[in-house]
């Protein structure tokens, strides 16, 4: 039976609505899951960037990413390239981004590093390498590790004469790097890297000079073979990623909000101690209070006598403020800073919340970051170091069969209390002298409590032999 014409008219209508309304549906089911602060309130720096999928923004949900492939854990190239601005941007005006950098790299470093080769001609070449003034590893080691922390990575150039080996080094700006090919199957091993292209120096659009070989080549950008060319060191990364991650990625969005916070605290205090005066004109109409107005234009400066009769009342007008009340405020959002840096808030200028004892205790797990960072740095510095002996040995500077090896010597990062370790210890050699008297205990065992209290991991085999080597006293 067919249908009555006004329904054949409505049918359609009423199905494009419910398509409508299910995809709004739909759409909404999917923004929930991708950002969970969709239906609830708007977004935030956050999830922006680490979001489902990482993408950025909205528009790009729906769309395959060229740059890797969906399962890779990197940001695209616009969201990479907006953290690494906003990261320097931060170190440069934020005295808090800026210390948690430096204080990084002060631990780590400390007054620097020293190379110690255990053959004098290998010593020679290292040593040669490290004073290059073209090179200045005494204080690029500094830039090294200031920069790896800020940027998350660092991209290091090698510059190589086919004559004499010599070597020179360049930090590459991680942001012109925009790809990097890996094995298609281990991305752990890089292929190669490409520099975005940078343009010819000093023409304009439109310019009809011809551009050199040079400058076309800056065009086009250039691929640099890995490990050969360039090599490239990342911290704060999961191994299915590519790039690595600043310090401060994590901090950004809070250490934007607590320099708001202080911005506003700065302005509430400018206002804080500011009157105006209120004239009350007793039974005045509205000609006399124009006139006072005209009089009164320029308020009274500080320290004059205001004179007048009892129909005029002035009163000082403060603001009720109340910024006393913030304090506490102030302090979660550092806190906050404070644990993702990983730092204790004693660091970052507030010693007011703790003693000795817990300021202690609070940075074990502080130096231990710093520690960790200086296995990093030691494996930057051996891949450089090895690279330069490699080139010596090549053209003939070294021999091919000589003992390469050498140690790279950093700061100690100690926490100990060496007075306390100093009298604990006394007190356990003479337990152990009295153990041993009494026949409690051996001199291997005795050898290995004292070894262990120490902290030092000692073969007592070898101690033992190296002690009966030497002569009698």
Known sequence: MPLPAFLRWLFPIVEQEATTLLQEQTKTLIQEQINPTYSASSPTQEDWYWGRLATGSEEDYYWRRLSDNWYQKDVIPSTYLELHNSCYEAYNANPLAFAIIEITTSFVLGKGVVVAAQQP??????????????????????????????????????????????????????????????????????????????????????????????????????????????????????SNAKRGKSDLATLLPWLRRYKDWLTDRVRINKYKGAFLWDVQLTGADRKTIERKKAEYSYPPEPGTVIIHNEAEQWTAVKPEIN?????????????????????????????????????????????????????????????????????AQRVGHLGKEIDTGYDIVFPEIDVADHQTLAYATQLLVSALSAAKAQGWVSDETAMRMLFQFAGEEVDINAERARIHKEPAS
């Open 121 to 238: 001609e290998v010593q020679r070449v290292l040593e040669d390498f490290w004073n290059d003034p073209d090179n200045h590893m005494d204080t690029r080691v500094y830039a090294l590790c200031t920069e790896l922390s800020l940027y998350g990575e660092q991209f290091i150039r090698f510059f190589v004469s086919p004559y004499d080996g010599r070597v020179k080094i360049r930090q590459i700006d991680p942001s012109i790097i925009d790809q990097i090919e890996t094995d298609p199957d281990d991305i752990e091993t890089p292929l190669r890297f490409h520099r975005r292209p940078i343009g010819p120096s000093g023409s304009m659009p439109g310019d009809p000079t011809p551009v050199s070989p040079q400058e076309q080549h800056n065009l086009e950008g250039e691929w640099f073979q890995a490990g050969k060319e360039v090599v490239q060191f990342t911290i704060n990364k999961v």
């Open 323 to 391: 910024a006393n009340e913030a304090a506490e405020d102030g302090r979660a959002l550092k806190l906050m800073i404070a644990v993702g840096a990983q730092l204790p808030e004693h660091y970052l200028s507030d010693g007011n919340n703790g003693n000795r004892a817990t300021a202690v205790e609070m940075g074990l797990p502080t130096l231990l970051k710093f520690q960790r960072r200086q296995h990093v740095m030691r494996a930057m510095l051996r891949t450089i170091l090895d690279r330069v002996l490699r080139e």
